[in-house]
């Protein structure tokens, strides 16, 4: 039966890394990953981890199963975090499980959606992150792509995006990254925010919100005004949660699918679909991640730590943006990069082509995917200056 398969076209970012890491020239780096490196270059266990991991090691007495909807003690702070300080009136509308990562959350939403509708189509931005589309092909949902990212202006194309946008209807679901978007770095503001959720009520398609990077654009309420403002506004809408980048938790695979109805007792029906979808899947989620964040979000010193931690890895990404576009200002004598400044969270896009980057890559050792996406936080503060000449010796 196995050699029916066909040969698969493998992962074009992992390829790139196998290269990256068999590159012997001292000075290579990588923007390609998207992972947080602190100033050593190194995506570190955060101290508030650690210490609610020793927690974890002394206390625990059992390894049975914990349930199909995960940690209840995770599923209650999530909600806080996410919903803030609508949390306590959105009680009775909004539920949520503990999922495998960001993409558990997102595979067992889609997977729910089409359960409700087959025939739905799942509008995603131009771009996305790359892991959307094979995410909802495997949900077996129809795809649609909508206008988002003016390369030139780095800015979002937002009459276009409306114009599409109010074209749709009760079929159509569509994906929106709350914060720092993978990969432009460019966000919707607070005003685009409203006039989304306005369309959404009035032409009754369903917000699907993937929030990935919570705390690591502007702060953690911030970053999570578009999934609050959904609230006032659409009668329901759908949150997938990652919990990999502020915690520094990616191994551990934590995350939290979420459902919002106007109405309680079709929330709870969502939720109990929720747990059939993720029952016929792995069953039981994984404990550790998920009872280390619930740890740090129910005990206040816990939580200021990891507050502070990521805190400091948001302005280190924010101060690294700063020092890239001066740099790039002074050494080119131009404009051009200053948007690098005003993007949010890890990724901006250099504008550069496939041949370019190839370019960066051959003749400087710098590493990132054709399209030209770029870690900001993969840079030491020692390496803008040898980055932004490499750069410009392409362009
Ligand atoms: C936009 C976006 N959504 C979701 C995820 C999910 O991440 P994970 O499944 O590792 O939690 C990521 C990770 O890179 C992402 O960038």
Redo the contacts with the bound molecule.
């Keep these: 039966m196995l050699e029916q398969l066909q040969p698969t076209a493998g992962d074009a970012l992992l390829a790139l890394m196998g290269q990256f890491r068999a590159d012997p020239r001292p000075t290579k780096i990588d923007v390609g990953v998207?992972v947080y490196r602190d100033e050593h270059g190194r995506t570190p266990v955060m101290a508030a981890v650690k210490q609610a991991e020793q927690q974890l090691f002394n206390e625990q007495d059992t390894k049975t199963y914990v349930g199909i909807a995960g940690d209840m003690k995770f599923n209650a702070a999530m909600v806080d975090l996410v919903f803030g300080e609508k949390a306590q009136s959105l009680q009775d509308r909004v539920r949520a499980v503990q999922t495998t990562?960001?993409?558990?959350a997102?595979r067992a939403l889609l997977d729910l959606l089409a359960l409700c509708k087959p025939d739905a189509t799942v509008w995603v931005s131009d771009p996305t992150?790359v892991n959307h589309i094979p995410l909802v092909k495997a949900a077996r949902l129809k795809l649609a792509v909508y206008p988002y990212f003016d390369k030139r202006g780095q800015a979002v194309r937002f009459n276009e995006m409306t114009e599409c946008l109010s074209k749709l209807g009760p079929n159509d679901i569509v994906l929106l990254?709350g914060a720092c978007h993978?990969p432009t770095g460019v966000d919707l503001n607070e005003a685009q925010w409203l006039s989304v959720a306005q369309l959404a009520a009035q032409r009754g398609f369903l917000p699907f919100i993937?929030l990935?990077y919570q705390g690591l654009g502007r702060g953690l309420d911030a970053d999570a005004f578009g999934v609050r403002c959904m609230a006032d506004h659409v009668p329901e809408y759908v949150v997938g949660v990652?919990c990999?980048k502020n915690f520094g938790l990616?191994r551990e695979r934590v995350?939290s699918a979420m459902v919002v109805h106007q109405d309680a007792k079709t929330a709870q029906l969502a939720l109990d679909n929720l747990m059939v979808v993720l029952r016929g899947n792995y069953s039981m989620p994984p404990d550790h991640g998920a009872n280390v964040v619930a740890r740090i979000l129910g005990n206040e010193d816990l939580r200021k730590l990891w507050q502070d931690e990521l805190n400091g890895m948001r302005g280190r990404i924010n101060d690294l943006r700063r020092a890239l576009f001066e740099n790039f200002r002074s050494h080119l004598r131009s404009d051009e990069f200053n948007y690098i400044a005003r993007q949010q969270g890890m990724f901006s896009m250099l504008g550069l082509s496939p041949e370019q980057v190839a370019m960066l890559r051959e003749r400087f050792a710098i590493y990132m995917p054709p399209d030209s996406r770029t870690n900001v936080a993969g840079l030491h503060i020692d390496q803008i200056d040898y980055f932004v000449q490499a750069v410009g010796a392409v362009l």
């Excluded at 990562?101 to 558990?104: D, I, L, N, Q, T």
């Design positions: 998207g990562g960001g993409c558990g997102l992150w990254h993978n993937d990935a990652s990999s990616y995350g």
